[in-house]
């Protein structure tokens, strides 16, 4: 076990995710896994800082093609005040009516999946994203802090919290506050641990969808590293055409 504060304290996070949540992953996988299968999308929403695991998903060296990222720059910081700031997007993920407006650009239909992230699974952005893909006959995947879940009061005039929306719901396991490390005479803690969470379960389930894919016979194109040097210098080129042609289909 490591003497460092916030590694000590991650490491039990990570620990827990691989002992409660195996399932929910495995589930979560199966589903996306018979949606890129099937030639369909599995589409990928958060705001703020919870960008990061759709960023990290696809286009990400060992991501496949099927993983459909959704990100609204409105709902992404590019500045900490001002234009683009944190303080703002904090503003408008919180009205309620919002992301329809975001989320009509996109064409949707049964048999595809929505995987929406949220720590504190409030507001009205993340939650009214996974209302409307259920609307659409959508499969929701939520992942997001189950003690918030748990003990958080709904704040969305429709009553639910993101949970409450998900046919899956994978629990990040981290606590209310986010940040890990006691600072003595502050009540603040510092150290957030809900990206490198969820992102430890972002690529868990893309491996398993991946080996699923696999036993499926589905061909798969897979964003690599130049580093790779089995596959012919052209093969991104292949990559990015089978992503083109998948999210044209997918919009007709």
């Known amino acids: 076990m490591s003497n460092l504060n916030y590694i000590t304290k991650l490491n039990e996070i990570v620990t827990k995710i691989d002992e409660t949540q195996t399932d ?13 299968a099937s030639g369909k999308m599995v589409h990928l929403f958060g705001s703020g800082h919870s960008v990061l695991p759709i960023q990290d998903m696809f286009p990400r060296y060992g991501g496949v093609v099927g993983w459909h990222p959704l990100m609204d720059p409105r709902l992404m910081w590019s500045n900490v005040i001002g234009p683009g700031g944190a303080r703002e997007l904090l503003w408008i993920e919180r009205q309620e009516g919002y ?9 949707f239909e049964e048999g595809e999946v929505m995987i929406v992230y949220s720590h504190g699974g409030l507001n009205a952005a993340p939650i009214e994203c996974a209302m409307y893909a259920k609307e659409r006959g959508l499969k929701v995947i939520t992942i997001t802090s189950g003690e918030n879940h748990q003990k958080a009061k709904a704040i969305h005039s429709s009553g639910n919290k993101l949970g409450d929306v998900a046919d899956i719901l994978i629990d990040n396991c ?11 005479g502050y009540p603040q803690k510092v150290g957030a641990s809900s990206t490198t ?56």
């Open 197 to 252: 969470a969820v992102i430890t379960i972002t690529q868990s389930l893309a491996a398993e969808t991946a080996l699923l894919l696999e036993k499926k016979n589905h061909k798969m194109f897979i964003f690599v590293s130049p580093n790779v040097t089995e596959c012919p210098p052209d093969y991104m080129h292949e990559v990015y055409a089978n992503y083109t042609e998948l999210v044209r289909k997918c919009k007709n």
């Open 174 to 184: 981290c606590p209310l506050e986010d940040a890990l490390v006691e600072i003595p």
């Open 24 to 36: 929910n992953i495995k589930a979560a996988a199966e589903l996306c896994a018979e949606a890129i």
């Open 99 to 107: 992301i329809r407006n975001f989320l009509q650009s996109y064409h």
